[in-house]
């Protein structure tokens, strides 16, 4: 099965926060996220607290995490997202710090094949070290003509090392998600509430 989809990670915002940021409340289903049995996630966003202190927000949409989404994340932390689009192959890594962007790795196997990778701003130190490697396991399986793309890893096992998480349905000690839903707005809030009497 292949897989649409993306998560942020945010650090330094509290829980409130990030879902008041996002407009989104905790719902009372639970999920094993790394239970292949759960995948696709059955809920459009979920959330789950890591003991290292980052907050997941795990969405069933390849562009969750848009620019202005991710400035806003960012506010006073850290936000790092990551989007995997398996059936074209496709990543992309984004870091965001104090509502900027920093940096962004992408990787688009599927129309610049296996190896491609694209990267702006300034990736972190560790960024070289999971590059290098994959690259090699690439190499190993026969390179451009391997049956597999390695690089498309790339963004999402860099995510792992800066934050601990990634998505991965062979694993099956993640953390539990639970599910979110959309905040409600306020009813009767206008001058027109006001005046026929709505709270």
């Known amino acids: 099965m292949s897989f649409s989809l993306s998560w942020i990670a945010v650090k330094g915002p509290s829980k409130d926060a990030v879902l008041a940021t996002l407009g989104l409340v905790e719902a009372p289903e639970v999920e094993?996220?790394?239970?292949?049995?759960?995948?696709?996630?059955?809920?459009?966003?979920?959330?789950?607290?890591?003991?290292?202190?980052?907050?997941?927000?795990?969405?069933?949409?390849?562009?969750?995490?848009?620019?202005?989404?991710?400035?806003?994340?960012?506010?006073?932390?850290?936000?790092?997202?990551?989007?995997?689009?398996?059936?074209?192959?496709?990543?992309?890594?984004?870091?965001?710090?104090?509502?900027?962007?920093?940096?962004?790795?992408?990787?688009?196997g599927g129309e610049k094949g296996s190896y491609h990778l694209d990267v702006a701003g300034a990736p972190p130190p560790e960024y070289a070290a999971v590059r290098d490697r994959l690259t090699a396991v690439q190499?190993?399986?026969?390179?451009?003509?391997?049956?597999?793309?390695?690089?498309?890893?790339?963004?999402?096992?860099?995510?792992e090392v800066l934050c601990g998480y990634k998505f991965d349905p062979e694993r099956k000690d993640g953390p539990t998600f639970t599910a979110l839903g959309r905040a409600k707005k306020a009813k009767g809030g206008g001058l027109l509430g006001r005046l026929f009497g709505r709270k």
């Open 32 to 108: 094993e996220a790394n239970e292949e049995a759960d995948f696709p996630p059955a809920f459009d966003h979920s959330l789950a607290e890591l003991p290292s202190g980052w907050i997941i927000i795990l969405a069933k949409d390849f562009g969750y995490p848009t620019p202005k989404r991710m400035a806003a994340l960012s506010e006073g932390g850290t936000a790092i997202a990551c989007s995997i689009e398996e059936h074209v192959m496709c990543s992309v890594a984004r870091c965001y710090a104090d509502g900027q962007a920093v940096w962004s790795v992408d990787h688009n």
């Open 139 to 159: 190499d190993a399986k026969g390179g451009a003509d391997a049956q597999a793309d390695y690089v498309f890893d790339v963004p999402g096992d860099l995510s």
